[in-house]
């Protein structure tokens, strides 16, 4: 039953803000395209000749992908992020998956999804309540999280 006197905007509202440890209050933004890379997946990308960590960013490379630092550098990344008013991060690799075991990992796609879930892992004990879990392989269309150590 609705209160009286509170739209369900307002409602939605005080749901939706947050209070940090500065009590102050503030809207909670949700980046859900984020995808973290932790310095040795970047490492194995730039060995794979998807990017040149020598290279001024944004660079391109021959699969005419644009890659910026925001990407590689996650140290780099997480405050911008924060500056920017995003209070929790969707860490996925979405469709890319497939990608990654194929292309980048030569491995089976079971195992890239182990990789990744370490990878995320780690991201996510770096930075505590910053990132929610979830990878989907596309193949199935089914998603499959939350992740966990096994």
């Known amino acids: 039953m609705p209160l009286p006197g509170i739209s369900s905007a307002d409602r ?6 947050t ?5 102050t209050e503030r809207r ?22 998807f990017y040149n960590p020598k290279q001024e960013f944004p660079q391109t490379n021959a699969q005419d992908l644009i890659g910026y630092r925001e990407f590689y550098d996650l ?7 924060r500056e920017e008013g995003v209070t929790l ?6 469709g890319e ?23 995320y892992l780690e991201i ?11 990878a989907k ?4 269309k089914r998603t499959v999280g939350p992740l966990s150590r096994r």
């Open 12 to 17: 939605f509202r005080q749901k939706a803000t």
């Open 19 to 23: 209070t940090p440890p500065n009590k």
């Open 28 to 49: 909670t933004i949700v980046d859900t395209h984020r995808h973290p890379i932790e310095p040795k997946l970047a490492a194995k990308m730039a060995e794979r000749g």
């Open 75 to 81: 140290e780099y990344a997480m405050p911008k992020s």
């Open 89 to 94: 991060s969707l860490a996925s690799n979405g």
């Open 97 to 119: 998956v497939e990608w990654f075991a194929r292309d980048l990992f030569k491995v089976s796609t079971g195992d890239a999804l182990k990789i990744l879930n370490d990878e």
């Open 124 to 134: 996510r004990d770096r930075y505590p309540g910053e990132f929610a879990l979830t």
């Open 137 to 140: 392989h596309t193949r199935s």
